[in-house]
């Protein structure tokens, strides 16, 4: 790649938190020459994407491409990449840079950088100090180190969420050490919670969904769930006291942790995934002191992990449920997503941005 030089982007921005994602003329950045550019073919949609542009968390800058989900085709490589060539099928997920000195970089932990990584978009780029833009776009340049291969054979449609929902949830599972014979709870049946089951069913563990919702029940067998408790039964929540060895807790909104807890063995662990806000109601500590239990917290996974659950899902034809939609759906498509009415992710055909 020689004198390289900013190209033209299109993509579905949003320019303030209150107004709709509409179509928006950029540039990306000139590569460097640790740089892989992408042609964008697929974009998986994340409720972190809606949380974000809406300015939930009090972070967001305008105007912003969302999507962190993105699958693509290598359309040019820096000229110190060694991994990659144009035609190469990738991903890239959640970051696209780190400081990568510190020991959770060194380590591969990219997403425990000490200094923060940098998110695919709304993040101050660490070179140039611009905001990255993420993959609701037709195209994305992204450093060889934050680049993933697409394992042959693995659906690409469905292979876009597994960078944001599938590594979220594998890379507890694995870091905690569940085995064959294990009993996992997994809380919640969204975009998370499907894929957690289908990835602790893999991983050999019996599978327990909890949910609110008696309709859940026959999707939650579908989707490889041994067994469906409602949690707002106390009889069958008093049925399962201290019989698991782990909850995969993905639910993103406050909610009462302590039944859950008492579920657990002793040494149990719980793992939060979904939830960035304070716990409420509080937890009692005696239930986690009088058992020894363990409540954890768990983010996304480093870059060796997200090549690995690839190739896991790869290998054991496991894939994300999608329903696929042209770009200048994305406004509806966020609106449903809101009530639930998804499942369980949104994915955009990127082709389509080339019509609207």
């Known amino acids: 790649m020689t004198q390289a030089t900013a190209t033209p982007a299109k993509g579905y921005a949003a ?17 460097r020459p640790d ?3 992408i042609e964008i073919l697929y974009c998986g949609v994340c409720h972190s994407d809606l949380h ?9 800058s305008y105007p912003v491409v969302p999507g962190h989900e993105i699958v693509g085709r290598v359309t040019a490589v820096g000229d110190d990449v060694s991994q990659y060539q144009v035609g190469d099928l990738v991903g890239v997920g959640c970051m696209v840079d780190s400081c990568r000195q510190c020991q959770a970089c060194n380590e591969g932990l990219e997403n425990y950088c000490a200094e923060g990584f940098v998110m695919t978009y709304g993040s101050p780029d660490k070179h140039d100090g611009t905001l990255t833009q993420g993959g609701y776009s037709d195209k994305v340049v992204v450093s060889e180190r934050f680049v993933v291969r697409m394992p042959d054979g693995i659906d690409l449609k469905s292979a876009a969420p597994i960078l944001c929902a599938g590594i979220t949830t594998y890379s507890p ?8 014979g294990d009993k996992v709870g997994i809380i919640g049946m ?9 990835l602790a069913k893999a991983l050999g563990a019996e599978v327990t ?19 469906v408790v409602i949690s707002t039964n106390d009889d069958e929540m008093a049925a399962i006291t ?22 657990l063995k002793p040494d149990g ?16 500590g005696a239930n986690l002191v009088f058992r020894r239990r363990v409540l954890a917290g768990s983010l996304i996974g480093g870059m060796p992990e997200t090549q690995e659950v690839l190739d896991f899902c790869a290998e054991n034809g496991i894939t994300c449920d999608v329903e696929m939609i042209n770009i200048d759906q994305i406004n509806e498509a966020w609106e449903r997503m809101q009530k639930g009415d998804v499942k369980y992710r949104f994915v955009i055909d990127m082709a389509s941005i080339k019509e609207s």
């Open 190 to 198: 969204g975009g998370l919670g499907h894929m957690g089951v289908k």
């Open 35 to 37: 740089d892989v550019s």
């Open 209 to 227: 969904l909890f949910t609110r919702s008696e309709s859940k029940k026959a999707e939650a067998r579908k989707q490889g769930a041994d067994h």
């Open 242 to 263: 201290e019989t698991f060895d782990f909850m995969l807790d993905t639910v993103p909104v406050q909610h009462d942790i302590n039944p859950y807890l008492n579920a």
């Open 15 to 31: 320019h303030s938190a209150t107004t709709p994602l509409a179509p928006w003329d950029f540039e990306r950045r000139a590569p």
């Open 269 to 284: 662990t719980h793992i939060l995934v979904g939830l960035l806000e304070p716990i409420d109601p509080a937890i009692s």
């Open 52 to 60: 974000f542009a809406r300015d939930d968390w009090g972070m967001a």
């Open 173 to 180: 599972l694995k870091h905690y050490g569940v085995k064959p």
